[in-house]
């Protein structure tokens, strides 16, 4: 047994917080979350677990923060860049002192949380999010494999066991499809809510990097813009230590690597027939508003 394996905690175990599954890494700093400052400029992504977050992370870091030259992007990873509010792991990892303590205008904040449980004052401030979704296929497989390799998230279990948890919203942050719903919903009535997808960033990232820059106001040149995309390819993002979480030593990436396929479609290579039939009956309970359309395969 290695060292890092005897110090290693136990594996957490969810409970019911105000309606959603969390463990204590989340919930333990809630008075700071729920007060937390944001300030009119403040950007949030804000996404279900495994939709793309650190992608879309490492975009908008390239897009506002790109120019600072080399140092920065090979010194601070992206997690360090873009805080993850609700992140809790004194004295190191909170996430609130670390937004607070961000050098850098505007900030980039990360955030899991479903959208009643956003902290008041990015409402108030008017502040600009980005939402990322995924299709629930993918991103259940992405879990399971996520729920392996970090020792910091509660036992994945067998993948059977792990797809019904998903479907029943037992898995950290609760139901994908709460989420993704009521982020929608929310977009409906919120302006400054850029809604997009997984799929469309592997179908075509340039134009979604287009999109992002109008909806953020920003007008990188043609360079800064390629620059931006070769930098965030699925490859390049696995090569560098800094956006693969290569860092973190509570994932174990032998298990799986945090940069695992990143594609559209890995689910078939998971679901059985029999749960795939189940999952869309289930699915189709749940998933009543025909706006919201997401893609399996491209
Ligand atoms: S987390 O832990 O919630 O922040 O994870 P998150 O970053 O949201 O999701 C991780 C999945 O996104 C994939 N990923 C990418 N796919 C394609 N291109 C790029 N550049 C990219 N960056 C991250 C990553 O591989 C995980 O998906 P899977 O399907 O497990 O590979």
Redesign the pocket.
Known sequence: MSFTQMEMPPRPTVFDFHGVSMIKMFTDNWDNIQNFKARPDDIVIA?????????V??ILDLLYFGHLGPERQTSIPVHERVP?LELYVPPLLIGTDLADNLPTTPRLI?T?LPVQLLPKSFWEQGCRIVY?A?NAK?NA??YF??DRM?NAQPEAGDWSTFLQEFMEGKRVFGSWYDHVNGWWEKKQTYSNLHYMF?ED??ED?GREIDRLCSFLGLSPSVEEKENVRTS???D???QNKM?N?STIPIMDHTV?P??????VG?WKNHFTVAQNEQFDEDYKRKMKNPDLKFRYEI
């Open positions: 996404t279900y677990p495994k939709a793309g977050t650190t992608w992370s490492y993850f990360k899991h990322v995924r993918d497989v992405s494999h996520f970090n997984y960033l592997i990232c965030v390819t699925f390049s993002m696995k956006t979480y799986s945090f940069m695992r396929k990143g594609k890995d």
